[in-house]
């Protein structure tokens, strides 16, 4: 898994980069009551905003950590946003982007890394 500064985690499957949210960062937020997810086929490029969540605490934004297409979002996080606080880095993957250069993930945080950052 890779990190990024705005506390979301990218993981690798196949050609596809799977996008969450860090436990830190799901816990900053408190209980999520709402997440509007991003449409399929949709271009982002990175930094594009494309997901918004709303916690009891605060409304955030996820930010496309590269540029791609989005090839699946996860349905289940609509009708129960809760699992964002249940399983942050694991069930509760927001999208699944197709991008051209897998080598663009070597610019992220670590694990290690990421722990320093939030330390």
């Known amino acids: 898994m890779k990190f990024t500064e705005e506390h979301e985690w990218l993981r690798v499957e196949g050609d596809l980069v799977v996008v969450g949210i860090t436990e830190h960062a799901a816990e900053q937020l408190g209980d999520v009551v709402f997440v ?16 918004v969540i709303e916690s009891v605490k605060a409304a955030s934004d996820i930010l496309a950590p590269l540029d791609g297409e989005i090839v699946a979002v996860n349905d289940a996080l609509v009708d129960n946003p809760a699992m964002v ?34 330390g």
């Open 36 to 51: 509007e997810l991003p449409e399929l086929e949709t271009q982002v490029a990175k930094g594009d905003e494309v997901c």
């Open 85 to 118: 606080n249940e399983d942050p880095m694991a069930a509760a993957w927001f999208f699944k982007m197709k991008i051209d250069d897998l080598s663009a993930l070597d610019a992220y945080m670590s694990e290690d890394e990421y722990k320093d950052f939030i």
